[in-house]
């Protein structure tokens, strides 16, 4: 049974590169950084490597609209931020083209489909810098052995965890909204049973006013019984006493 390898838990990890080489980058050693510190490394971590050394501006750009790039599991820029900016732009301009869009079109973007490392060879390397936090060649080549810290996967981690972000912003916003849209049933349902209480209240104060008028109303019917009843009374009396009287 075989030893794993130091590298065997890097599935991510690439296995051959094509790499853009920028001879003329700040004091021209470029070439000499490749060859001395970075391509021993990949050797080590046997990776395929095909590798263009630059004569002008814009050759990287050239060879990345051209070339086949299916055979290849990521890209390295070995120069400045010049350099990098090239390869960059190539890479991006080939996957607008792959995908039949607009290259001078802002509105739909494509993704890169490969990868891009940086080894740090140039006056400033702000970009080297921001991907492996120093100006490191070795620490550069490390970690582009171990898939780690391509500028491109940087930025789909980081697009990642934007979109996680500003979905659980979502979340947060809806639960909001449903718990508004409860707060409008439950002050709606409040006022249905205001209302309905209102209209109980109104409702049995129209009964009282009703059942008082009735009352009343019986009392002055008993009056008028009883004054009817008197003067039946009154008038029976009066033909008793005229019959008295005719006696």
Do not use: W
């Not at 090239?86 to 802002?106: C, F, K, N, T």
């Not at 996967?153 to 979502?170: A, F, H």
């Not at 049933?185 to 008028?213: C, D, L, T």
């Amino acid at each position: 049974m075989c030893n794993p390898t130091p590298l065997s838990g890097f599935q991510s990890r690439p296995k051959s590169l094509k790499v853009f080489v920028n001879p003329s980058s700040h004091k021209k050693e470029a070439y000499q950084i490749y060859v001395d510190q970075v391509a021993p490394l990949f050797k080590l971590a046997d990776i395929r490597t095909d590798v263009t050394v630059t004569e002008r501006k814009g050759h990287a750009l050239s060879v990345l609209k051209e070339c086949s790039l299916e055979e290849y599991d990521g890209v390295v820029c070995v120069g400045g931020d010049g350099s990098v900016a090239e390869v960059a732009h190539g890479l991006l301009l080939r996957a607008q083209m792959d995908a039949g869009r607009d290259a001078d079109s802002i509105f739909m973007p494509v993704q890169a489909a490969l990868p891009l490392g940086v080894i740090p060879a140039g006056s400033t390397d702000a970009v080297a810098c921001s991907v492996h936090g120093l100006r490191h060649p070795v620490t550069a080549a490390l970690h582009i052995i171990m898939g780690m810290l391509c500028v491109c996967e940087r930025e789909r981690g980081e697009k990642e965890r934007e979109g996680k972000r500003e979905r659980g912003k979502e979340k947060e916003r809806e639960r909001g909204r449903e718990r508004e849209r409860k707060g409008r049933r439950m002050r709606e349902r409040g006022k249905v049973g205001e209302r309905e209480g209102r209209r109980g209240r109104e409702g049995k104060k129209m009964e009282g006013r009703r059942r008082r008028e009735r009352r009343k109303e019986r009392e002055r019917e008993g009056g008028k019984e009883r004054e009817r009843e008197g003067e039946r009374e009154g008038g029976r009396e009066r033909g008793r006493e005229r019959e008295g009287e005719g006696e």
